[in-house]
């Protein structure tokens, strides 16, 4: 498989950063690849909750509604944008759904080489078979989530929709155990010495901060994911 790109390593999810991490290249800067991720991450992020929440509150759409914002946010915008402009507005929003689909497929791709790769190095299973196979059993989870804002939408798991179940178990567990699992992998398994040839490859200003870096990861990382984790079950 080719290596990807430095824009395509962010995506959902710390399977998908897996994946990609199995692929770098030796001679990658790891610090700087890791600082552009978390920084442009940020940006986006800010910039799309200066673009989406005054639209929540001029909608008088709860802000805690969860990943489902999107979907009530932004038709909201897009039918208060067309009582003036109705060509523009329909173009738009045919051009952002469409983006969107486009940012779910690819982040799909990336999270289901996880569980191909597993199946057909772990279990000798053919890739296309393997592929096929998670990619069916993803469809269907993806029907009954969509079915959950309609005619499933009275099904409930302890009080939520299953969409927002599965949500709430990937978000608030699956996600901090798997990056729990990583920093206590890298903090405690490997030995130190082949985490500072890892991290320092990438030149001197990376073996100066190496120190502060694998003390975070071995003791303030974990502590805080627990945190998060604890936090977002309480909430």
């Known amino acids: 498989m080719p290596w990807p790109p430095r824009w395509a390593r962010l995506s959902l999810g710390v399977g998908t950063i897996l994946t990609y991490a199995s692929y770098i290249k030796k001679e990658e ?3 700087v690849s890791g600082l552009g991720t978390a920084i442009s991450d940020l940006a986006f992020a800010l910039i ?3 673009a989406v929440m005054p639209a929540v509150f001029a909608a008088g759409i709860q802000p805690g509604a969860g990943p489902g914002l999107v979907f009530e946010t932004l038709p909201y915008i897009f039918h208060r944008m067309g009582e003036g402009m109705p060509v523009l507005s329909t173009v738009i929003s045919a051009v952002f759904f469409i983006t969107i689909l486009a940012a779910a497929l690819t982040s799909a791709i990336s999270m ?13 299973m053919p890739r296309r078979r393997a592929t096929l196979m998670l990619a069916f059993l993803c469809w269907l989870l993806g029907v009954v989530c969509s079915l959950s804002f309609g005619p499933l939408s009275g099904f409930k798991i302890l ?3 299953f ?6 178990l990937c978000s608030s567990l699956f996600m901090p155990f798997g990056g729990l699992i990583f920093t206590l992998f890298v903090g405690w398994k490997m030995s130190k010495v082949r985490v500072r040839k890892e991290f320092t490859n990438g030149g ?3 073996r100066r901060i190496f120190g502060v870096v694998y003390f ?3 003791y303030v990382a974990p502590v805080g994911i627990v945190l998060v984790c604890v936090t977002s079950l309480l909430g």
């Open 29 to 31: 800067n790891l610090l």
């Open 48 to 50: 799309a909750a200066f």
């Open 112 to 124: 289901l080489e996880v569980g191909v790769t597993f199946l057909s190095d772990e279990k000798g």
């Open 159 to 161: 009080g939520l929709s």
């Open 163 to 168: 969409f927002d179940f599965l949500d709430k």
């Open 204 to 206: 001197t200003v990376n």
């Open 216 to 218: 975070l990861v071995r």
